[in-house]
């Protein structure tokens, strides 16, 4: 069965960090092309980040220069490093592949908050 677990998420300040964390079991996840996503409530899931099987990135322009994403296929897990946050990236972030989606997670909430 394949399972996408996100964790890592939290209460911050603004300027704060957070390192979320995407753990698969079932697949691979060298094999895919991954991103990041995330939703408020109300509006359509966002796409903030993405990582290539060969490792090259993408990100969307409101977190170019202060997100960064990386992956360890050996741990099957993929990183989102959030660094200068602010309250608009409050959200619940996920992480898929690209479409064919897998099954999704919970997800993990990120509030930025003073």
């Known amino acids: 069965q394949v399972k996408l677990v996100e964790s890592g998420g939290g209460l911050v300040q603004p300027g704060g960090s957070l390192r979320l964390s995407c753990l698969a079991s079932?697949?691979?996840?060298?094999?895919?092309?991954m991103n990041w996503y995330r939703q408020v409530p109300g509006k359509q899931r966002e796409l903030v980040a993405g990582?290539?099987?060969?490792?090259?990135?993408n990100y969307a322009d409101s977190v170019k220069g202060r997100f960064t994403i990386s992956r360890d296929n050996a741990k099957n897990t993929m990183y989102l490093q959030m660094n200068s946050l602010k309250p608009e990236d409050t959200a619940v972030y996920y992480c898929?592949?690209?479409?064919?989606?897998?099954?999704w997670g919970q997800g993990t909430q990120v509030t930025v908050s003073s």
């Open positions: 990582i290539s099987s060969d490792g090259s990135t």
């Open positions: 079932g697949t691979m996840i060298r094999l895919y092309h």
């Open positions: 898929n592949k690209v479409i064919p989606w897998l099954d």
